[in-house]
């Protein structure tokens, strides 16, 4: 089992900045992908960042020069600094880790999502 424990997220006026948290406990070995996705209403949940265990990151376009995401592999623990926040930045963001469960397979584990709200 593994559990997601959000944090960070909030009201901001647009130009401002956040920092989101996401720490990953329970029993496992290693964590190979973590990762954020973010979901708007009327709108399909999206990939933003994801940061694999060796630190190569990718993100969604919309987002590339503003959003940074980094992880703390002692800590068990994936970051995701926001800075510029626009309105469409406005959504609940989900933090994602993906498990390996054997030498095979992997299972994703999903953060109970924290609330952005970029507004003046």
């Known amino acids: 089992q593994v559990q997601l424990v959000e944090s960070g997220g909030g009201l901001v006026q647009p130009g401002g900045s956040l920092r989101l948290s996401c720490a990953a406990s329970g029993t496992f070995f290693s964590i190979n992908l973590m990762g954020w996705y973010r979901q708007a209403p009327g709108k399909q949940r999206e990939l933003v960042a994801v940061?694999?265990?060796?630190?190569?990151?990718n993100y969604v376009d919309s987002v590339k020069g503003r959003f940074t995401i980094s992880r703390d592999n002692a800590k068990n623990t994936v970051y995701l600094q926001m800075n510029s926040l626009k309105p469409e930045d406005t959504a609940v963001y989900y933090c994602?880790?993906?498990?390996?469960?054997?030498?095979?397979?992997?299972?994703?584990?999903w953060g109970q999502g924290t609330q952005v709200t970029v507004s003046s």
């Open positions: 994602n880790a993906q498990v390996p469960s054997s030498w095979y397979d992997a299972n994703d584990y």
């Open positions: 940061i694999s265990n060796a630190g190569t990151t």
